[in-house]
């Protein structure tokens, strides 16, 4: 037999297991490039998303973990290679929407999140005495309902943006446009933009800036949880067991946060379609709600420096609400921004790249457990990263704002 305890808490574990899930983002990258050519009915993401899970269920079966306790890290890397494509396949429904993509985009991601109560609902079953591997074989049989949705559901092209009445094919592709004017800042006759030159954007780095930054203060939160909740109680691990089980419990409640994310990204889109231009009615509106993402994570920042055990049902919720805007808006800003037809690149992109920022908690880790003090040094960096992330709702802010002048005072000069 091993000791979970010993294997969970070596830093060079740790160190392999998320650069296995890294890596195993990578293909995801040329399953969007495969997609991009081919069109969706050629999408072998679905079935290698099916075929991932199935593998990784049976590598947690008990008879053979109990052997081979390094099969977790194949799994985990198998269940991040099917996970993501399976979502952002998924999450080009929300293009058949006229009104409310952006709260479908958010739904998807919280059922996404939400997914992780499984093994909450398999660790409580567990202890009610059934059997963990017929649990997981179950859960394998139910994974095969994925493939409905891959022959039956999905159309063989891309689900492009539903267009409405007022719409016309000028401004649609005023629209698409919109991410190209947004850097020079100037009118050109309407044509797709290339997807390096959305790689390059300004915008777009900046997106992927903010969301390195708020996921690595995410992470760091989940990573230190039991040694947080331990100085907290000071050892007592029937507290300490309490209200870790709590912490998870109520991030079940992401089903419902997330979509709240996009619905308030579709007010303001919203209250914003009666602007002149049309980099403020498309991605202006962006700004406020990934604000409040990073207003939320400044909150979890200040909550976990106060060593109080009276916050900890509030840290939990702004937790998860923070969880739901960050994930929720990362995919909406990329779905309504840039072309739906890069979307899947773009996605997986910032996913890895994510991923990659993300080792660099390992850094914060290690400085957490070298001396009484660090973690809260540790938190108070991090409190000053997500402030640095500010900067890119700001971005947004002031030159969308600044193109919704320009567009005003030629519209006057035209008059």
């Known amino acids: 037999m091993y000791d979970w305890n010993t294997v969970r808490q070596s830093h060079s574990v740790w160190l392999a297991e998320l650069g296995l899930i890294t890596l195993a983002l990578l293909p995801d990258i040329v399953l969007r490039a495969y997609t991009d050519k081919f069109g969706r009915a050629e999408d072998p993401n679905n079935t290698v998303s099916c075929q991932a899970r199935l593998l990784n269920i049976l590598y947690n079966c008990q008879h053979w973990s109990r052997y081979a306790p390094w099969l977790m890290f194949p799994g985990l890397s198998l269940m991040a290679t099917g996970g993501l ?103 050109s006759a309407p044509a797709a933009p290339s997807l390096r030159s959305c790689l390059c954007k300004p915008v777009f780095i900046t997106h992927v ?15 230190t949880l039991n040694q947080y909740l331990n100085r907290l109680f000071k050892e007592d691990a ?27 990204y579709d007010i303001v889109r ?9 980099v403020y009615r498309e991605v202006f509106p962006a700004a406020i709600p990934q604000a409040v993402g990073s207003l939320l994570a400044l909150l979890l920042s200040v909550l976990v420096l106060l060593p109080s055990t009276q916050v900890l049902y509030l840290t939990f919720i702004i937790m998860t609400v923070f969880r739901s805007f960050l994930y929720s808006m990362m995919a ?14 773009l996605f997986g992109v910032t996913v890895v790249s994510g991923g990659i920022f993300s080792f660099l908690q390992f850094a914060f880790f290690t400085w957490a457990e070298q001396y009484p003090e660090a973690p809260l040094h540790a938190n108070i960096l991090l409190l000053v990263l997500v402030c640095i992330s500010f900067f890119h709702p700001l971005y947004l802010w002031i030159t969308c704002s600044r193109e919704e002048k320009k567009s005003s005072r030629s519209t006057e000069g035209q008059g």
């Not at 949705?149 to 007022?166: E, H, Y």
């Open 209 to 223: 800036i903010w969301l390195c930054l708020l996921q690595l203060r995410f992470f760091f939160f989940i990573g």
């Open 270 to 278: 919203r209250w914003c379609q009666d602007g002149k231009s049309s």
């Open 85 to 187: 494509p399976l979502l952002v396949t998924n999450t080009q429904v929300s293009n058949l929407f006229l009104v409310g993509s952006s709260t479908v985009v958010g739904l998807l991601c919280g059922a996404f999140d939400t997914s992780s109560a499984v093994m909450l609902i398999v660790k409580l079953a567990y202890a009610g005495g059934y059997a963990r591997r017929d649990m997981f074989l179950i859960i394998a049989g139910l994974h095969l309902l994925t493939l409905v949705s891959t022959f039956f559901f999905l159309p063989k092209d891309f689900i492009s943006r539903a267009q409405t009445k007022a719409q016309s094919p000028d401004a649609v592709d005023e629209t698409e446009m919109s991410v190209e004017r947004l850097s020079d800042r100037k009118e």
């Open 238 to 264: 029937q507290q300490v067991s309490y209200f870790t089980n709590m912490c998870f419990t109520i991030m079940m409640g992401g089903l419902v946060t997330s979509p709240l994310a996009g619905v308030v």
């Open 332 to 345: 909406a800003f990329l779905s309504v921004v840039f072309p739906s037809e890069y979307f899947g690149l």
